[in-house]
């Protein structure tokens, strides 16, 4: 039995640690402000009705459109759904609507790079044939057409990126994976090797042949793998700081691999960024105290997997282990948690490029990351929400000007960030954590001596320290804690930025922070979505206005506005745990689940919406036990990506006794655009 196993916080695959005590922006303080429209879930027949409000459009955007006749119409059309919606399934396969074929491509193990080392189906290749392999639970993906630097949308050839989230051991090592209390007290070398490799992020060169068959093109130089272990430099403010400094970097510039990246985001200039989210495990501290650099982020005693424990007693394994060892920073690894947490940029055109770990957007659980169109002489925008119970969604501004030209991984490394603060009335403020803030300044300058949560404040020594202790500084903003920010996607025809908030079973609970508007349900079982329009429809407004788009839930849930049912979830949309979030290049909205399976949703599935009228159509249904997360399409939406991870059994291949996760190809029968 893996380690994990025994530990209750790893049953439980939406295992999030409660951090946040900062008890931000309690419900009754701000009920006295002004109300107008309001959006109500009302639950099924049965269920607990918790009549729970947020707020309406606050009359810009696409409803403006439509009622002064203005709307070009287009963007209309190319949102509707025309399929039929598919059933919920207990089935151990991919379910996808009459007319459409899909098929698994790419499972764990794959060979894709160096001597392309054979997958056994026995378990037993080693830590250096799954350095050349694809690695397990698949997650956030993206097609880079091949010719995209050239300013072509090829779509049937291209750079297919993924992040590898975290992994199963059981089914990593041929007999399950050795724990250190069976063993003397440390771990197999090897074992610990294969485990980090199989984290992580493969870059794989693939192609469509005349019948429609893709292939991954053996040989290219585009190939690669980065793992848990590839050297990485740090970038941005926090780049130098005495934090940061390692044995392994003195000068606090370099650090080895990214973990636990759960969603991405391609940047404007074709570029892939990996984000870190719950890389907190991976790391073990048995000092008497910890820096709150750990604690506001959950590190224990204990590693998850603990790799520290390697038997080798190599310096890539024992820098899991965070504790003080030596005399000073220089000599031990006390500060290695702290080069983690951020935002990875990966150039895939570029297969000798060292990932970069681009600090100015801040360190947290990152879910993931999306950007804003990008605009000619115009700064640069992208969102990132922060997956735990009462954590925060932030937005980053560049300080330099996008030009097409000459753009690249720079404009990440100076800007602002901002947390949201969701008022009450419906709109919305961007604060921004930046000591050349005044607002900021004052509310760090009242804060230090006192409590901020769980935290005695002591002030931040510089915009470094700031960036590094960005849940901190957001707790002192007085963002609003949010029910587990998950995926962005921001509509291409709108303008508009969506949000999932997955789950919080917390939430309003007696010791944990009261409902908000923007995060009504206590507790909140099933999640929501919420979506909002920047001030003038420009990304870089400091405010904004918001409104829920769906409640998810059992059939019969509405989504109410103004007394009016928007959206009543039925046989063919209901859908609890909305996690992953994506807008297809026409504008149609794609929302996947890691949720439970249980009675009435039964396994995870994947969603189209047309964000203009709130249908929701169930398209995609995935094999038991997984969750399905991750998608993305060709630039003609006719070929589909979905990734498929943690599948419980034998999926996808039944002659084999091991889970696979993969990514599965999802085509239309007549070769048409998928969801039309
Ligand atoms: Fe890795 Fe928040 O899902
Ligand atoms: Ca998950
Ligand atoms: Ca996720
Ligand atoms: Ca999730």
């Known amino acids: 039995m ?22 931000n922006t309690p419900f009754h303080q701000v009920l006295s402000a002004r109300m107008q429209r309001r959006t109500v879930m009302k639950g099924s027949v049965g269920a607990a009705l918790a009549s729970v409000m947020g707020l309406g459009l606050a009359g810009c955007g696409s409803d403006d459109d439509d009622d002064n006749g203005t709307s070009t119409g287009g963007s209309s059309a190319n949102t509707e759904l025309g399929f039929k919606a598919v059933a919920v399934s207990t089935d151990n396969e991919v379910v996808v609507p009459g007319g459409y074929s899909s098929v698994a491509f790419l499972p764990w193990g794959t060979p894709i790079t160096g001597s392309y080392p054979e997958y056994k189906a026995d378990g037993t290749n080693t830590g250096a044939d799954q350095e050349q392999q694809m690695g397990m639970h698949h997650d956030g993906v993206h097609f880079f057409p091949i010719d995209q630097k050239a300013g072509g949308n090829s779509s049937t050839e291209g750079l297919l ?12 090592h041929a007999n399950g994976p050795t724990n250190a209390g069976d063993n003397g007290g440390v771990r197999p070398a090897d074992e610990v090797r294969k485990e980090i490799a ?3 992020v493969s870059v794989v060169h693939i192609k469509r042949d005349t019948n429609g068959t893709w292939d991954i093109v053996f040989g290219s130089p585009f190939n690669r793998r980065i793992t848990g272990n590839t050297e990485m430099d740090i970038r941005g403010p926090v780049r130098g700081y005495s934090k940061l400094v390692t044995t392994y970097s003195p000068d606090a510039t370099e650090t080895r691999g990214t973990l636990n990246n759960c969603a991405m985001g391609p940047t404007p200039w074709g570029t892939y960024l990996a984000a870190e989210e719950n890389w907190h495990g991976y790391f073990a501290n048995s000092d008497a105290t910890q ?20 038997d080798s007693a190599a310096d890539q394994y024992v820098r899991f282990n965070v504790s003080t060892t030596g005399a000073a920073a220089t000599d031990d690894y006390r500060n290695e948690a702290n080069t983690y947490g951020f935002m990875v940029e990966i150039d895939p055109f570029t297969p000798e490029s060292k990932p970069q770990k681009r600090t100015a957007l801040g360190r947290f659980g990152h879910e993931g990351v999306i950007f804003a169109p990008a605009k000619e002489g115009e700064p640069v925008v992208c969102y990132s929400g922060d997956d735990s119970r009462f954590e925060y969604i932030y937005k980053f501004v560049s300080s330099q000007p996008y030009y097409a030209a000459t753009a690249g991984g720079y404009l990440l490394d100076e800007g602002t960030l901002y947390v949201a603060r969701f008022n009450e009335d419906g709109s919305g403020d961007w604060l921004a954590l930046d000591l050349d803030d005044a607002d900021f300044a004052s509310k760090v300058a009242a804060a230090e001596g006192g409590m901020v949560g769980d935290i005695q404040f002591d002030g931040f020594e510089n915009q470094a320290d700031v960036l590094l202790n960005t849940r901190l500084a957001a707790d002192i903003a007085g963002a609003t804690t949010m029910d587990r920010p998950e995926w962005g996607a921001v509509d291409p025809n709108s303008g508009e930025v969506y949000f999932t908030l997955t789950n919080n079973s917390n939430r309003g609970q007696p010791g944990f922070d009261d409902v908000n508007a923007a995060n009504p349900n206590s507790p909140n079982a099933t999640g929501h979505i919420i979506r909002w329009t920047e001030e003038g429809n420009d990304h870089t407004a400091t405010s904004f206005d918001w409104d829920i788009f769906v409640f998810a839930g059992e059939q019969g849930t ?3 506005v103004d007394g009016e049912a928007v959206v009543s979830l039925n046989d063919d949309n209901i859908f609890n745990s909305p996690d992953g979030l994506w807008f297809d290049y026409n504008g149609r909205l794609w929302i996947q689940t890691d949720g439970s399976d249980a009675d009435p949703y039964f396994n995870n599935m994947m969603l189209a919406a047309n964000p203009e009228t709130r249908e929701i159509k169930r398209f995609f249904v995935g094999p038991q036990g997984c969750e399905v997360t991750g998608v993305v399409s060709t630039p003609d939406v006719k070929t589909m990506f979905v990734n498929i991870q943690h599948p419980d059994g034998n999926w996808p291949n039944a002659a084999e006794s091991r889970p696979r996760d993969a990514t599965v190809i999802v085509t239309k029968d007549d070769g048409g655009v998928i969801g039309a």
Request: cysteine-free.
């Open 161 to 172: 990126v993924m992040n590898h989230e975290y992994i199963n051991q059981s089914a990593l």
């Open 558 to 560: 509405e989504t109410v």
């Open 2 to 23: 893996a380690k994990h196993d025994l530990d209750p916080n790893y049953l439980d695959p939406n295992y999030e640690p409660v951090v946040n005590h900062s008890s």
């Open 198 to 200: 199989a984290h992580g």
């Open 291 to 310: 820096p709150r650099e750990q604690t506001r982020h959950g590190v224990g005693s204990s590693s998850r997997y603990d790799w520290e424990l390697a």
